[in-house]
């Protein structure tokens, strides 16, 4: 066992060394870790291993307490629409579909299309989660759209073993008696989680911070996580809900960037060995057999729910905003898995499909890194700005010139504002996130929605007679992106832009920026400058 442990660490290393020359996300490094090991040590059987499944599933269990962390109460009721509404009909709409073409074209038994239409309407919680986390999208607004759909479907988890559970009892009495238990234990699980957050919880971590050990803290920590995921269990829910929701009671506290810090390394450990186990459920002799059957039901599958997770959002938000939501949650996610697995157990579904579906399930699952990372541009090259947005928005008169033009309304860009306004600077700010344009619009300030990436955009704000343009964005590829437009246009004579640290710099370098501000060097001067001061 030590050696197979050494074995799947050094081929991690190696293999995510590789993927990370070609840009590749480590997720997908750690499924291929997983796909090696079973191969090389023939632990196909270890697939199955309980206690296994159990260290693994706390890395989701770990994830979704630091997203707890970030998310308050008050900020969860914000969001009741993202995730009662929108997740809601996203796991309904979802099941119905499948649950017809499985039933009606297919010809499965009612029982099995409505097990195939619940597991195949739930995402990835842990690569779509880890993702946006490592990369900030979590508070963009359809990072919002996702989170919100993916604890509702984190919930929805709940009744679907449920709803197999009942499938399984043998009588209508039964059934009865599962529901009002079911009801009972989530009334005292919410009561006592909602007890002990608060009324003992910030006490507790007061009394841990004062004997000064970071040992005794760590351990409080993961006492916390774990013992409220335990608690969870405990009445029949899943790990990851109870661990978000005493994410959220801490995120109430003054401790909570302290516990975050202390809980990453732990979550990231755990998580990669769930991904190990994702990839030891490839078996290469099923995508044989069964290949064009994969090839034609992982596309339809993905087609499937895009469509319906577009149609949604698209019906209150932008289309961009849509197309990000859908084209994050189109993969079938880890909890699919487990429900399969149940169903399989329990006869409710044919060991053949069961398989044929997990393989397809971690396909897709094995593609929505690469998906993600290139996320923005893929939306930025696809979907066009909303016209009306455009057009509803501020008109520039031909005749101006020697104005500022400012990219981006974000924390930065309101700032730069500020700063513009006392010298009495004339100034246009462009904003593609419809948040930031509605904090501007309700401020009074000249601003146009769209997007700074497309020509026709950056001419209606006359940029070629524009005396600076100053490019307020955090996100490099975007930077990248939208400096090379307004190289086309003015040769970045008059561009400056903002980027965190020389690496971003030197990728620029062909673009002719003459105004480049790297914010690592700058703050770095003036901390030492402040030390000389004392």
Known sequence: MLGIIVATIFISIVVNLLLKKLHLPTIIGYIVTGTIITYAFGLHEAVDNHELKEIAEFGIVFLMFTIGLEFSFDSLMRMKKE???????????????????????????????????????????????????????????????????????????????????????????????????????????????????????????????????????????????????????????????????????????????????????????????????????????????????IVILLPVLIGLKYVIIYAIVRVDDTKRVAFKTALSLVQIGEFSLAVLELARNNHLISPIYSQVLIVTIVLSMILTPIVLKNLSRIAASLVPEDSMMVCNALQVEHDTKNHIIVLGYGNLGQEVV?????????????????????????????????????????????????????????????????????NDLTKNIKTIVKVIKCEEKEALSPLHLKHIVVQNSEVAKALVKEIREI
């Open 83 to 293: 995730v009662f509404l929108t997740g809601t009909l996203q796991i309904a709409v979802t099941t119905l579909f499948v649950y017809f073409i499985s039933y009606y074209v297919l010809g499965f038994d009612f029982k099995t299309s409505m097990v195939l239409g619940t597991a195949l309407s739930l995402s990835s919680t842990a690569i779509v989660l880890k993702t946006f986390n490592e990369t900030r999208e979590i508070s963009k607004p359809y990072g919002r759209r996702v989170l919100g759909i993916l604890i509702m479907q984190d919930i929805a988890v709940i009744p679907i073993l449920l709803m197999i559970t009942i499938f399984t009892a043998s009588s209508g009495e039964s059934v009865v008696h599962l529901i009002f238990q079911t009801t009972i234990a989530a009334f005292a699980l919410i009561t006592i989680l909602f007890l002990v957050g608060k009324y003992l919880l910030e006490p507790f971590f007061e009394h841990v911070s004062k004997s000064k050990s970071d040992e005794l803290f760590v351990g409080s920590v993961l006492f916390i996580a774990i013992g409220a995921s335990y608690i969870a269990h405990y009445f029949g829910f899943s790990y990851s809900l109870g661990a978000f929701v005493a994410g959220m009671m801490i995120s109430e506290t003054k401790f909570k960037h302290q516990v975050e810090a202390d809980l990453t390394p732990f979550r990231n450990l755990l998580l990669g060995v769930f991904f190990i186990t994702v990839g030891m459920q490839i078996n290469f002799a099923i995508i044989a057999q069964y290949f064009f059957t």
């Open 418 to 486: 500020k700063e513009l306004k006392k010298d009495e600077k004339e100034y246009f700010i462009i904003e593609h996130n419809l948040k930031y344009f509605e904090v501007g619009q309700q401020q009074g300030e000249p601003i146009l929605f769209g997007n700074a990436a497309h020509k026709h955009i950056l001419e209606s704000v006359k940029i070629k007679r524009a005396s600076a343009i100053i490019v307020a964005i955090d996100n490099p590829e975007k930077l990248h992106l939208i400096c090379e437009v307004i």
